[in-house]
């Protein structure tokens, strides 16, 4: 047949049967998440357990001499810890397998140090291997935090050191299953008991840890591992410790000019636009004014409210949050700190028990490629890996979802597609009311989260104006939600 004797109705019928060439993905812009930081944003809220000598001295930080026999927990019980963390909506627990007294709560081989020398379970416990138990009973991953500073060793401050550290965390990675966090803290107070030195040592933060051959062990042990430090290698702290997240975060930072205990606070809690590494970061606060359990702090928990502020300043700024509930003197979770876990999972499930947007139908002023598998209807189908994406040369852009009704609403969730970089730098959301549009709230970045808080309306429709963005846009989800008053 040749095409110049068809009429051009019968040529129209045939190209409209043709289909449209599939859009492809936008190209990742800038750093993106390797699998492990994917699984660990997943995690996004999940505990801390400093629990030591320093629980039986009432201290915060441990000198070094003390005696593995004041370790005497009265009723030890790790499956507490986990039940309480699951129900309160927990993924994981991350322990202090040793803090920097030094003092292990596993019988390690390299020192007598440790809970083999104290009376609990007649010098045959560890708690590191009961608490392994008790998480994979309940489902939760298990975390550890080894500290590089150690005021109990005699050869802190020397290259033979790191030999011990090394050895230590071989042990912690080859014994206990699956490691989701190695957590290396930053600080190094200088004094300690250091073998009976009772002195004051001073290393060198840059170069004494050697952390990139320290990092290569966690790398071939647990290979799905995120390492937590000031620099990474792959979570950053956020730079505080009283629970702040920051609104502008960008989950980058140029990491060569970072380490453990050497940080740019502003820069750890914001991170940097023009990062040259995917390094999100981890909010770490405690329940309680300290990290261990100190009775006389008991009517100083924090307060549900308290708590709600810290989740939507971490979870809904990006960030993960760790939350520190120290166990007591039996090796419980205290009677009010489980109330509270339990009344804020409450609140929260209460605020999310009902994505409004979800099914609704929602349209873009672009879409990349006008191919639906791209199209605004990801927005909210419920499937978060799924994701809206505008064309390449798009970096201004409106999504407007129909709520199908006057609805109250409160709480505007949103997540950029990750695995592709982040590249969202500004952003407002109206709402429609009685036909107006009006906007109730604004902000920079996305990102891996945003849950915005806006006063409480009644509209038909919701609207997200992307007002700036690196490189093309994307969207994973934007669901809405009202908090109950
Ligand atoms: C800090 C430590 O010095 C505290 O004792 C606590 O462990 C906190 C999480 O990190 O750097």
Redesign the pocket.
Known sequence: MNIKTLTPTILGVILSAIPAPAAQPPAPFGPAPSPRQLRWHEMQYYG?I?FTVNTFTDK??GYGDESPEIFNPSDLDPRQWAEVAREAGMKALII?AK??DGFCLWPSKYTEHSVKNSPWRGGKGDVIAELAAACKENGLRMGV?LSPWDRNHADYGTPKYIEYYRNQLRELLSNYGEICEVWF???NGGDGYYGGAREKRRIDGLTYYDWPNTWKIVRQLQPMAVMFSDGGPDIRWVGN?SGDGSATNWALLRRAEFAPGLADRKALAQGQADGTHWLPAEV?VSIRPG?FYHTDQNDRVKTVDQLLEIYYSSVGNGCNLLL?IPPDRRGRFHEIDCQRLLDLRKALDATFAEDLARGKTATASNTRGDDPQFGPAKLTDGDRGSYWAADDNVRTCELTINLGGNVPLNRVRLEEHIPLGQRIESFAIDARADGAWKEIATGTTIGPRRILRTPTVTADAIRLRITGSRACPTLATMEVYCAPE
Do not use: I, L, V
Request: proline share 0%; net charge negative; glycine share 6%.
């Open positions: 801390f400093h915060e930080w202090t803090h920097h935090y803290d930053g600080a410790e770490d990290w520190n």
